[in-house]
């Protein structure tokens, strides 16, 4: 009889890590019989929808539709929804991805209901007590029998916090096989020469940049968007700047009252959120790409494309010590600074790290394999 293993995916960076791993999964339909659960933390059709389809996903057998919310209530209400599911009929195994408040909210009332839980890109630290998701990786880390880790510094992390090695397994970065996968149809994307004619501005591969703009910590006060204004329209100076704006930005610019002004800054391209394949298009083809999110900084790394990074940490470092990647903060001048040492031909080069190779799913469907004949006794 095939183990029931639930899959919990809940936002719009939780797809790209499942896609793969359901794939696997159903190439040993004999040992498990996987289930998609969908918590809704991302119910918007642009965050949601459009990457089941991209990524080929089948529609999940649960859908919790929980919806946005602060996140005590938003977590609250995943675990009370997702409880009534355990009741129904227990999993041998529930595999949580990622930080995201559905991460914790299902690794812990699986824990509490005794269910083993594996958690994919585990050990990853930004050290900032201050961002939500920091707070999900290290208690989803320590509820977890299934530690996936994507770089050494995970393992080091989970060492020095106490976790068993038994636990730990290096399997490379997931994400890595979604990028590698979709590539075919990454290249087929007519997104560039769409908003070119829609913005009526030339846009032509390496010569302008991306942004994504959405932590709490930059988008919600006034006075970092001021900051950000001025970034933008020093940057856009020297070359177009394509920004898919995230439904939250949007209505933090429209709060304080920077909507007109963004919109108003020659050469910033402002667009609704795009699709996994048409944004990975825009970056695979762009000068450099300005970030304060996580996956990027590890897509930039694989893809070649400088990465600057708006934030003072990074849970993420090899993509620092290895990868394309720069840390800069907020800080105006060293963002210019790095732009220009990109703009200039001087960036650094960065190289693939190890196991990122696009064959992370069958390490991790390997190991639970061989822990399955291994408690069967086979």
């Known amino acids: 009889m095939p183990d029931r293993i639930f899959v919990v995916a809940g936002a719009r960076p939780n797809f790209m890590k499942i896609a793969p791993l359901m794939r696997e999964l159903k190439q040993h339909k004999k040992c498990f019989r996987p289930y998609l659960i969908h918590t809704g933390q991302h119910y918007d059709p642009a965050m949601s929808d459009i990457f089941f389809r991209q990524l080929q996903i089948r529609p999940p057998d649960v859908h919790l539709n929980v919806g946005s919310a602060s996140h005590a209530v938003q977590t609250a209400r995943i675990m009370t929804a997702f409880e009534k599911i355990l009741e129904r009929g227990a999993p041998r195994l529930v595999i949580v991805v990622g930080d995201v408040n559905s991460t914790l909210a299902c690794s812990l009332v699986a824990a509490k209901f005794g269910i083993k839980v594996a958690h994919v890109e585990a050990g990853l630290r930004s050290f900032d007590p201050g961002m939500p998701e920091e707070i999900n990786r290290r208690i989803t880390d320590h509820l977890s029998d299934y530690l996936f880790v994507t770089e050494p510094s995970g393992i080091k992390n989970l060492k020095h916090e106490g976790i068993a090695d038994s636990k730990i397994f290096s399997v490379g970065n997931i994400m890595i096989d979604t990028l590698r996968s979709s590539m075919p149809r990454i290249e087929q994307s007519r997104i560039l020469s769409r908003l070119a004619q829609k913005a009526d501005i030339r846009l032509q591969p390496r010569h302008y940049a991306v942004l994504t703009l959405h932590r709490p910590v930059n988008v919600d006060r006034k006075k970092s968007l001021q900051d950000f204004y001025a970034i933008l329209s020093d940057i856009s100076a020297r070359l177009p700047v394509i920004y898919p704006v995230h439904p939250r930005t949007a209505k933090s610019l429209c709060r304080h009252g920077f909507l007109k002004k963004f919109r108003s800054i020659p ?7 795009v699709g996994y394949l048409d944004f990975i298009h825009l970056v695979k083809k762009a ?15 694989v893809l070649k ?20 990647n720069y840390l800069t903060g907020t800080d105006k001048r060293l963002i210019q600074k790095t732009v220009c040492l990109i703009l200039d031909n001087r960036a650094k080069k960065g190289r693939r790290p190890r196991l990122w190779d696009g064959r992370t799913a ?8 061989k822990r399955q004949k291994t408690q069967k006794g086979i």
């Open 287 to 301: 000068r450099l790409v300005l970030t304060d999110s996580g996956g990027i900084q590890e897509e930039t790394t």
């Open 305 to 324: 494309i400088p990465c600057v990074t708006m934030r003072t940490t990074t849970e993420r470092p090899i993509t620092v010590t290895q990868g394309t």
């Open 267 to 273: 050469n910033l391209i402002m667009t609704p959120p």
């Open 362 to 369: 069958q390490r991790i469907v390997r190991i639970l394999l």
